[in-house]
């Protein structure tokens, strides 16, 4: 019933930029936290940035200064604008958001598919 469609994944240079775009569309009656994580080969995949609808953001602590998250409510889409990035930074980055829908009475997780960030000379 929720459906996230990432976008704006690719190859780029170290200290390069990437701007990652997650649009949320189905049935829902309304999305509560949305966010940003990643999975490097043979790791967990692990939070990179988070939003509330309230605009309370949280990163992790590696792209503090680098990443920013950013949210349009009105569209349900949340951004990922990623400078300064490093080769620890390639992994495939997931969208997350937190939805309520008609007929449930708890909100659950939802994930976008992924999309491939490549950071690399």
């Known amino acids: 019933q929720v459906q996230l469609v990432e976008s704006g994944g690719g190859l780029v240079q170290p200290g390069g930029s990437l701007r990652l775009s997650c649009a949320a569309s189905?049935?829902?009656?309304?999305?509560?936290?949305m966010g940003w994580y990643r999975q490097a080969p043979g790791k967990e995949r692990g939070m990179v940035a988070t939003?509330?609808?309230?605009?309370?953001?949280n990163y992790v602590d590696s792209v503090k200064g680098r990443f920013t998250i950013s949210r349009d409510s009105a569209k349900n889409t949340i951004y990922l604008q990623m400078n300064s990035l490093k080769p620890e930074d390639t992994a495939v980055y997931y969208c997350?958001?937190?939805?309520?829908?008609?007929?449930?009475?708890?909100?659950?997780?939802?994930w976008g598919q992924g999309t491939q960030v490549t950071v690399s000379s």
């Open positions: 997350n958001a937190v939805a309520l829908i008609p007929g449930r009475v708890r909100r659950s997780n939802y």
């Open positions: 189905g049935s829902f009656i309304g999305i509560d936290d």
């Open positions: 939003i509330t609808s309230g605009g309370r953001i």
